[in-house]
């Protein structure tokens, strides 16, 4: 993106309507003829909320391949998970030596930097939200059971199911009488919050456990390590210390991530404690409770 173009009011000092030289400089290097000229309809100035419309849509990929997608390296997906890139923002950390391991090719080089531009841009609007997959979701939600069934719909990404017409899903997934319960609470609540934390103080909502939580930060490494500190459920967490959690030896992007995760849970647990119930037992100790 341009120089300038991440500060504060960027967007609301752009003319209206924006012109090409002004598209040109607010983009940088993520401008291209190829984005330019369906919005400008080939003339020289497009309109304001078109192109500001346009800018929201990329930055808001429902998923890491989606937005490589847009910038023709979705090739690279699995190269780049297995060095731990995990959110948009988190291209643009690679360090070289890393970046030689990817094997680019001559064309993707032109592609690489676009991307790499729009991902520093992305850190630096801090539009880096924690990773929020379909299963964590569902484990949030006590729908689980459902994961198969809704992949075979086609769902992929939570995103997907706003798409899901209510109809195919009770035909289809089979509901059980409380889960369809929860299954309408979460459906309605996914809209406003699509990019939003998956668990949280609300009574409808469960912790998930830190198996599901490792595994949606491309963790799952980490689980032995963790256990022979003692951390077996996400609550274990808040009593590691610098020191322990610098003996993990987790590499830049691991940590970035690993602290992303933290502040969701510190922000559940915060909330946990506004509501009084930070204390409540587990649906298993209430049950052996009354044995």
């Given at each position: ?15 209206d ?24 309809k080939g ?12 800018i ?10 989606a ?9 690279l997906?699995?190269?780049?998970k297995?060095?731990d890139?995990?959110?948009t923002?988190?291209?643009?950390l690679?360090?070289?030596k ?24 992305l850190d ?13 979701w ?39 009488l409380?889960?369809l ?35 949606s ?10 256990a ?19 003996s ?44």
């Amino acid at each position: 993106m341009g120089q300038g173009s991440s500060t504060p009011g960027a967007i609301e000092k752009l003319p209206d309507p924006v012109t090409r030289k002004a598209a040109s400089e607010f983009l940088g290097k993520c401008f291209t003829d190829e984005i330019w000229v369906p919005l400008s309809k080939g003339e020289d100035q497009c309109d304001k909320d078109m192109f500001v419309k346009a800018i929201e849509l990329r930055n808001h990929a429902p998923s890491l391949r989606a937005w490589l997608e847009f910038w023709r390296i979705d090739e690279l997906e699995e190269v780049l998970k297995s060095l731990d890139v995990m959110t948009t923002s988190d291209l643009w950390l690679l360090e070289d030596k890393e970046i030689g391991k990817i094997g680019l090719k001559t064309v993707h080089w032109a592609h690489w930097e676009k991307a790499v531009a729009h991902s520093r841009y992305l850190d630096a609007i801090d539009f880096d939200y924690p990773p929020s997959p379909l299963y964590l979701w569902l484990e949030s939600w006590r729908l689980q059971r459902l994961h198969k069934g809704l992949f075979d719909l086609g769902v992929d990404v939570k995103d997907d199911i706003i798409d899901l017409s209510e109809s195919d899903a009770q035909q289809n997934l089979g509901f059980k009488l409380l889960e369809l319960r929860r299954w309408t609470k979460a459906r309605a609540s996914l809209q406003g919050n699509l990019k939003s934390f998956d668990f949280s103080a609300s009574r409808d909502n469960a912790v998930p456990t830190l198996d599901t939580w490792l595994e949606s930060l491309m963790l799952e490494e980490m689980k032995e390590p963790l256990a022979m500190l003692g951390a077996y459920e996400l609550s274990d967490l808040a009593d590691i210390d610098d020191r322990e959690l610098a003996s993990l030896q987790m590499n830049k992007l691991q940590t970035k991530h690993y602290m992303m995760g933290l502040a969701q849970v510190e922000q559940a647990k915060k909330l946990a404690s506004l509501d009084g119930h930070a204390d409540d037992a587990t649906w298993r100790g209430w049950l052996e409770s009354w044995r």
